[in-house]
């Protein structure tokens, strides 16, 4: 009896922990019009149901100055299922977070949704920034600069090189035992210049953030890069130790 109670109380957390928090968010342009509300409903239903297939969309909805434009994608290695499960975690997370606004966006591990008024599609977005930074800093920092800045240039090469689908991933030895995994990712609607150009951005941050630091990410709404010393791409890698992932969160809005 007290089993079934204890599973019927859980049952009742569920849709709270559902829909997860994300790691980053942005939400600007308040608004008050219901046909903006009705709009920003189809938008995200769509996304959900067309980015959960291929794990990219784009998508608009309105008319004139009510129209919203949205995209949504995942992260190229992520499984056509915790792609879907992360497409429908936002999609309930967007009235929590940014309830009557008509510029949001979300960023989970697995995927980056975003709506607005005005039509962001095939251009680079690097304005608003996220910066998340593990406190444990490397031991050999300076050598493990040097393979970070590596590392990154890989990735970065990777993600614009034609078939990639945006994407990049590496792994390289640091250590007989520390492995750097790197990470490169641009939204899917930008050219590959474009890309190149949003992936060179996210370099500017290293030297003031990352810097000596065992795991660091930049997030902007066109391209994001990471790295790490356990493994957090697909196909994952056989965890190596318990290492710490303790991280600060940098918003910054560079003009
Ligand atoms: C859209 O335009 C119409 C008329 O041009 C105006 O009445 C309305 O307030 C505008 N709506 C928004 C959301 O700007
Ligand atoms: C890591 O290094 C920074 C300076 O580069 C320092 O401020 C910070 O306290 C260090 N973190 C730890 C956990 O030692």
Redesign the pocket.
């Known amino acids: 009896m007290a089993l079934a109670l204890k599973l019927f109380l859980f049952s009742l957390l569920l849709p709270l922990c559902y829909c997860a928090d994300p790691i980053a968010h942005y939400c600007a342009q308040r608004f008050t019009s219901s046909q903006i509300q009705a709009n920003i409903n189809q938008v995200i239903s769509d996304l959900t149901t067309k980015a959960s297939v291929g794990g990219f969309a784009t998508t608009s909805s309105g008319k004139e100055n009510n129209t919203i434009y949205g995209l949504a994608q995942c992260r190229g290695d992520v499984s056509a299922d915790d792609c879907s499960a992360c497409l429908a975690s936002a999609a309930k997370q967007f009235p929590v977070t940014c309830p009557k606004q008509a510029d949001a966006r979300l960023w989970y591990d697995y995927c980056f949704v975003r709506y607005d008024t005005d039509n962001f599609i095939g251009q680079s977005d690097t304005g608003f920034v996220t910066i998340l930074y593990n ?3 490397a031991t050999d ?1 300076v050598a493990f600069d040097n393979a970070v800045s590596k590392i990154m240039a890989k990735v970065n090469a990777e993600a614009v090189s034609p078939g990639s689908n945006s994407l990049g991933r590496e792994k390289t030895k640091f250590t007989q035992y520390v492995t750097l995994y790197a990470l490169a990712q641009c939204t899917r609607d930008l050219q590959p210049l474009q890309c190149a150009q949003c992936l060179s951005t996210t370099l500017q941050w290293f030297p003031i953030y990352c ?3 065992q795991g660091c990410q930049v997030l902007y709404s066109s391209c994001k890069v990471r790295y790490e010393i356990y493994p957090f791409y697909f196909p994952l890698d056989g965890e190596t130790g318990n290492p710490a992932k303790d991280y600060i969160t940098k918003t910054l809005h560079p003009h």
């Open positions: 406190v444990n800093n920092p810097s000596h630091r």
